[in-house]
Each structure stands twice: as structure tokens, then as C-alpha cells.
């Protein structure tokens, strides 16, 4: 089961904006509204901060939004902080009863 | 407090088993799917497998799929991962997470353990 493709590195200043990607096939990301996008900083588990595409669960910053277009989703976080600087993973439902997760983006924040 | 926590992984020699378990408290157990997700040492998140609120229903990546047992047991508001024949590449820190919403499966965790490690080896 391949992985969606993401950038394997990002990095902006604080106060930018950057934008991830992740890609995938007409069997997953593009094919279902289970799209999910999780932070991770080091030694913690992951959290959810986008999920069904571009829903911010209760006490996510508004600074972070998702969406899609194709089968192409995208995490957006504006008005970057310190507090950013971490691993982001996106993750799809998939058609053969399977959810598959992309390879990850370090995110820099410079 | 509402949390998962992890249990049960260890050192284990190539073609061995483990069952790894996952102790939940503060929300009701048996209405939610729950999942086991793992991260290889300095890799990325990988899927391993879910399993519904009832526990009828049951998913498994290509490479758990004959090998491991997802199961729930709703008196004791445990889940479980019984893994045999493990492989060098099982190795990994395994964590249980709970689907946000209850009902069928919502395919994204709004709670995470904090992981077990579970190192195959010789």
C-alpha cells in the first residue's frame, strides 16, 4: 500500500504563510472526503488539526486550514509561530477498506 | 480524564508474538471504532489496523492482514493487537487512537496513547 506523496521538507519565517501538499489517486484523496492532517512534534503522538478535508476540530488554531482539489489535498498554516515547527502527516480513507498516511513534511520555521 | 494508554510491547525475537493493549477511560468505549497505528524508529506514521465500534467489523493493512488480530473487549474498555510471526520490520512504536465521532468508521483519531515500543529482533 504506497503512501501519499508529500513534500519531505518545508520551511517559512514566522509570520508567513506555507502551504503542504499531499497527493494521491482518485482511490483515496480524490475519490472520498476523508482526507485528515495531523502534527506531530518530537517524542508526541500525533494530534488532529484537519480532518473530512478542511474541518478544524474544537481548540485548533484558525491559523490552519485544508482543502482539495483533485487528488491533491493541501494544509495551509498562516501566520506561522515557533510553536509550528514540527512533522505534518496527511491521511486518506482509501476504497479497499484501508486508511493510508503520506510520508510526512518536516516543517522549519526559520 | 479521557485517554488511551498503551501496554504491552517489549523485545521479541524474529517470528515470535506479542500482544500489545490499549487501556481506555473517560468516554464510553463501545461506541467508537478504534485503530492501531505505528511509527517505525525516525519514519513516518503507517496504518496497521481498525476496528468497529461493535467489533464485527475488522480492517487490516496488506502486510498485518494474517498475522495480527485487532479485538475489543468492551467489559474491560480494552482494545487489543495480537501480533504473530512478527518480522524485523514490525518494529515500531505502536499507538492506539480513538475515531473522533461515534458510529461507523470516521477514519481520523481525535485521541492518541502515548505509545508502546515493540522491537523485533534477534
Known amino acids: 500500500q504506497s503512501a501519499l506523496t508529500q513534500p519531505a521538507s518545508v520551511s517559512g519565517s514566522p509570520g508567513q504563510s506555507i502551504t503542504i501538499s499531499c497527493t494521491g489517486t482518485?482511490?483515496?484523496?480524490?475519490?472520498?472526503?476523508?482526507v485528515s492532517w495531523y502534527q506531530q512534534h518530537p517524542g508526541k503522538a500525533p494530534k488532529v488539526i484537519i480532518f473530512?478535508?478542511?474541518n478544524r476540530p474544537s481548540g485548533v488554531s484558525n491559523r490552519f486550514s485544508g482543502s482539495k482539489s483533485g487528488n491533491t489535498a493541501s494544509l495551509t498554516i498562516s501566520g506561522l509561530q515557533a510553536e509550528d515547527e514540527a512533522d505534518y502527516y496527511c491521511?486518506?480513507?482509501?476504497?479497499?477498506?484501508?486508511?493510508?498516511f503520506g510520508g510526512g513534511t518536516r516543517l522549519t520555521v526559520l | 480524564e479521557v485517554q488511551v494508554l498503551e501496554s504491552g510491547g517489549g523485545l521479541v525475537q524474529p517470528g515470535g508474538s506479542l500482544r500489545l493493549s490499549c487501556a481506555a477511560s473517560g468516554f464510553t468505549f463501545s461506541n467508537y471504532a478504534m485503530t492501531w497505528v505505528r511509527q517505525a524508529p525516525g519514519k513516518g506514521l503507517e496504518w496497521v489496523s481498525s476496528i468497529s465500534a461493535s467489533g464485527a467489523t475488522t480492517f487490516y493493512t496488506d502486510s498485518a492482514r494474517g498475522r495480527f488480530t485487532i479485538l475489543r473487549d468492551t467489559s474491560k474498555n480494552t482494545l487489543y493487537l495480537q501480533m504473530n510471526s512478527l518480522r524485523v520490520e514490525d518494529t515500531a512504536v505502536y499507538y492506539c487512537?480513538?475515531?473522533?465521532?461515534?458510529?461507523?468508521?470516521?477514519?481520523?483519531?481525535?485521541?492518541w496513547g502515548r505509545g508502546t515500543l515493540v522491537t523485533v529482533s534477534s
Open positions: 491521511s486518506s480513507y482509501r476504497s479497499t477498506d484501508s486508511l493510508v
Open positions: 487512537a480513538k475515531d473522533q465521532d461515534s458510529g461507523w468508521f470516521e477514519w481520523h483519531f481525535d485521541l
Open positions: 473530512d478535508v478542511s
Open positions: 482518485s482511490r483515496d484523496v480524490g475519490g472520498y472526503n476523508y
